[in-house]
């Protein structure tokens, strides 16, 4: 039991989840905090320029969550009318409200990748001619790693490619990399590296690094400068958000490399799925520390499966009629991925 008397489940619908521990409590309870709306909060300020420098981007400015970081750029690189191109399961087109249509009037062309992975040749096809009668293609949105691609790593020389493509036809990209740091961590490609193929980056402090709120964008100076005109406007700008920047430096400096142990928890957690009846999954498919899988060859729906689970005290989520989710993260141990394949594995039986 936890202390407000709820149940403790092993949770792995989302590293969005995760408490912040006794030590960043501390770091938190002694940040030492000032008016951020002032410019003058040294947390969050010295956060901003180890994320800016970290991504290897002149600047980098603190928002509440990865969604604002992404509607953000969006709308700073963007006009009202503009095309903005995206892979279609991507999560700014998807899971963000309709923020690119409402807040930047802009219109997103999707196309279909292979878990989210799209090539240049595709993006190259749908950059739209100047003619009066089409939209301006303007911005290209990438996701490292892709959520919906079940945590897949954007390859860099792809990355390369569709930069210099973009480049060579007048276009800015900016890149979801609200689990960046996953893909890092399990290629050993520096962030810096990935970054330089964008012109501005979205960075989340509150998934897989396990801080309870912050996201950053990062890009020149002159590009951050109009973000932050945003921010105000999108009613983003926080006061003494040293209490909150100070958890993701913390984070920063503690749970990255550890990254590498929810990697091989969610390895682990397909290799063990694989095994099961009614179960497909290509545990080559789990990259990082998101594991999708489909129970269409099962006699249960993803929701029943849900709800059995539940009542094992496991929580998952069904993200379609037989597609679940599980992602692990800093509150779950290899001990729990034990206990959460025997309960897989008692629900619905062995090959
Ligand atoms: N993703 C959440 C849900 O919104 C689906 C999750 O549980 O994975 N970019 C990517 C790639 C994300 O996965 C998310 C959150 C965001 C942006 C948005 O971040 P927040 O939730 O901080 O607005």
Not at 102 to 110: H, V
Not at 203 to 223: D, E, M, N, Q, T
Not at 319 to 324: D, P, R, S, V
Request: one cysteine or more.
């Amino acid at each position: 039991m936890t202390g407000d008397g709820m149940k403790e489940f092993i949770d792995l619908r989302s590293d969005t989840v995760t408490k912040p521990t006794p030590a960043m409590r501390k770091a938190m309870a002694e940040a030492e905090v000032g008016d951020d709306v002032f410019g003058e909060d040294p947390t969050v300020n010295t956060l901003q320029g180890k994320v800016a420098n970290l991504l290897g981007k002149e600047a980098s400015l603190f928002v509440p969550s990865g969604t604002m970081a992404n509607q953000l750029s969006i709308k700073s690189h963007t006009q009202p009318g503009d095309e903005v191109i995206l892979e279609s399961s991507s999560h700014p087109y998807n899971f963000e409200g309709g923020a690119g249509a409402a807040l930047s009037g802009i219109q997103f062309r999707c196309l279909q990748g292979v878990r989210g992975i799209l090539e240049p040749a595709q993006i190259e096809e749908a950059i739209r001619p100047s003619d009066h009668h089409f939209p301006v293609t303007r911005l290209v949105c990438l996701e490292n790693t892709h959520n919906r691609g079940g945590g897949s790593i954007f390859p860099i020389e792809k990355m390369a490619e569709i930069y210099r493509l973009s480049k060579t036809r007048g276009l800015l990209v900016h890149l979801d990399g609200a689990r960046l740091w996953n893909a890092s961590v399990a290629t050993g490609i520096k962030p810096h590296e990935y970054a330089q193929w964008a012109d501005s980056v979205s960075v989340c402090l509150s998934k897989a690094l396990g801080a309870p709120i912050g996201s950053l964008v990062a890009g020149s100076k002159l590009f951050i400068d109009r973000v932050h005109r945003f921010r105000k406007m999108f009613g983003g700008g926080m006061r003494q958000a040293g209490i909150i920047a100070a958890a993701g430096i913390y984070a920063l400096d503690n749970h990255l490399e550890r990254l590498k142990e929810d990697h091989q928890n969610a390895t682990h957690l397909a290799m063990g799925l694989k095994e099961l009846k009614g179960v497909s999954i290509d545990p080559k498919h789990v990259e990082t520390n998101i594991v999708i899988f489909d129970v269409a060859g099962s006699a249960m729906k993803g929701s029943q499966l849900a709800e059995s689970m539940k009542k094992e005290g496991i929580l998952i989520h069904a993200i379609g009629k037989t597609q679940i989710r599980l992602v692990t993260h800093l509150d779950v141990t290899a001990d729990d991925i034990e206990k959460t394949l025997k309960a897989f594995q008692k629900i619905l039986g062995k090959k």
